[in-house]
């Protein structure tokens, strides 16, 4: 418990002020941890973070999360144009490779470098809408998870996904999406009060859809945690003492932030 605080601390030692100043700062940041995200994908599968079929992975990512690295490449450096070129040579790879890198290989790591280049594109473009935007998603990732481990360890009874998450309850996913609903809702009202431009909608739209990324929210949860799973891993990576990895530590705001991107947020 007490290197978990320690990592959490420190974590937000650098994290909160990046997170504030935004711009360049904390965009290197977030390129960093899609790095390291990308990075644990390989390692679940056991590839090689040096080896061809990484390498192709990360470009692939970094298409998605950055695109203006590849600005001027093919189409503009789009999602169409470089991520599909990378993606095609990586098949193209499975006919060189003897078997070694197969195309069930390929479709991980392209979905991979999708999910947890997107996800933390949307974390980019969410800071440069606004500080309140990535507040907003941060909260409901914070206090839903919160909510659900304080409530479910008090009033748990009913598994909601034993085969996947066998200490997550029913009980727990419902008082984190409420804590999250009234606790977010007064961070909207307040906001929306001093600075109304700040949110596309009205309090109460807003306010429904912050039940649906609360959700949305832990079925990205349960999603790391079916991932790691099948992979017979306890945690994504151990870049986080006491936390395990990046992919552990987001997952949640990897789904609610391209949730918040289809409502038209980001």
Known sequence: M???VITAVVALLVFLPLLYLGGLPFDILITALGLVAMSEFLIMKKKLLVSVEAILAFLMMLAVLVPVFFE??????????????FALAMLVYTVFSKNRFSFDDAGVLVLGALYAGLGFRFMILARAESLWMMLYALLIVWITDSGAYLIGRKLGKHKLAPHVSPNKTWEGSIGGT???????????????????TSFPYDFTRMLLLT??????????????????RYYGVKDSGKILPGHGGILDRFDSLLFVLPLMHFAGLI
């Open 2 to 4: 007490k290197q978990r």
């Open 72 to 85: 001027g490449f093919l189409t503009q450096g789009n999602l169409g144009g470089s991520f599909y070129f």
């Open 178 to 196: 409420l804590s999250a609903v009234v606790i977010v809702g007064i961070y909207l009202y307040f906001v929306q009060a001093q600075f109304p």
């Open 211 to 228: 039940l649906v990324f609360s959700v949305g929210g832990q079925l990205g949860d349960l999603i790391e945690s079916a991932l790691k």
